[in-house]
């Protein structure tokens, strides 16, 4: 059976998300602490596949996500899906109403990316309330579970409320419908599922120095092919202050004829480029499991 890793503990978004694309065949879903543990598991063997969430429609790019990935040489993209998070305010239980409960709260516990989904939601009603940022939502569940106190509460799943036994305050507090979150599996082996309509391609490009005008050469060796990016991200190359790497979404695979060509040319004038993957895509509306 392939193991899945994912960021624990049980009940996370990304663990729902990996169950909706990992939907059909029997998988082992192995929770780990960090996203540098599901990296690690991921290249060590412990598991085949981590998933990993990469961008989301309010926060943009996860940063530390995308340099985990840079840095972990043998392992590339298989995949990627867009998932809708859903959030939800989870409280322990107690007999009394639930406008009492929310109003008597004076901490929230989650992970940095659900407060930010949930801002306009926490200002306007918990405004009396303060934030601790822990590893992942369900993790702020457990905690909330763990110190039985009613003037606690958590920002995470459904799934994590009924796993840990505590009761839904508020529902789908995340502040915009259309709020997904794009998740990427990384592995060794190739996944086999339906093909997909679209694939996509992942490099990192590095500039040349002393060559005035590089990135423009870049863009404009897949401008002239046609070959669309979906997303150009600069991040430090953490060598020096003031160097950067691209990171580069495009939405071809690397079997088609255009694009090795593209990346030959950009070679040739002195880039450094790696490819992180070159893998399936689907969309919210094109799902996996259709
Ligand atoms: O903390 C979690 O539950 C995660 O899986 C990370 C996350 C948090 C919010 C949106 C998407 C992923």
């Known amino acids: 059976m392939k193991r899945i890793a994912f960021l624990g503990p049980e009940g996370t978004v990304s663990q729902e998300s990996a169950r909706y694309f990992f939907a059909e065949g029997t998988y082992e879903f192995v929770p780990y602490a960090l996203m540098s543990d ?16 990469i961008e989301n429609t309010i926060e943009g790019s996860v940063k530390h996500h995308i340099d985990l990935l840079v840095d972990s040489e043998s392992l590339p993209i298989q995949g ?24 008597g709260l004076r901490k929230v516990v989650s992970k940095d990316v659900a407060i930010a989904q949930c801002h306009d939601f926490l200002r306007s009603r918990l405004p009396q309330a303060e934030f ?19 003037s606690i509460a958590a920002i995470g799943t459904r799934m994590s409320a009924e796993l840990y036994g505590l009761d839904l305050l508020a529902e789908n507090i995340t502040d915009h419908d259309n709020n997904y979150t794009r998740f990427i599996v990384i592995g060794r082996e190739r996944l086999s599922m339906r093909p ?12 040349p120095e002393d060559y005035p005008g590089a990135l423009h050469q870049v863009l404009s060796a897949f401008a002239w ?10 991040r430090p190359t953490k060598k020096k202050l ?4 691209f990171y580069i979404d495009i939405e071809m695979s690397l079997d088609s004829v255009l694009l090795p ?16 993957g070159s893998y399936p895509y689907f969309s919210y509306s094109n799902r996996p499991n259709n």
Do not use: M
Not at 196 to 207: A, D, N, R, S
Not at 225 to 234: G, T, V
């Open 261 to 276: 060509s593209a990346l030959q040319e950009i070679e040739a004038i002195g880039c450094q480029v790696r490819t992180l």
């Open 225 to 234: 092919r046609r070959i669309n990016l979906s997303k150009i991200e600069s």
């Open 196 to 207: 997909p309509e679209q694939h996509k391609t992942t490099i990192l490009v590095t500039l």
């Open 242 to 245: 003031g160097n950067y790497y």
């Open 80 to 103: 990627e899906w867009v998932y809708p998070s859903i959030q939800n305010l989870i409280g322990v239980k107690s007999d009394a109403s639930v406008a009492e409960r929310i109003a």
């Open 132 to 150: 601790d940022y822990v590893s992942s939502t369900a993790e702020g569940v457990r905690i909330v579970k763990e110190a039985g106190d009613a």
């Open 38 to 53: 599901v990296f690690a598991a991921t290249a060590d063997g412990t598991a085949d596949y981590g998933v990993v969430p």
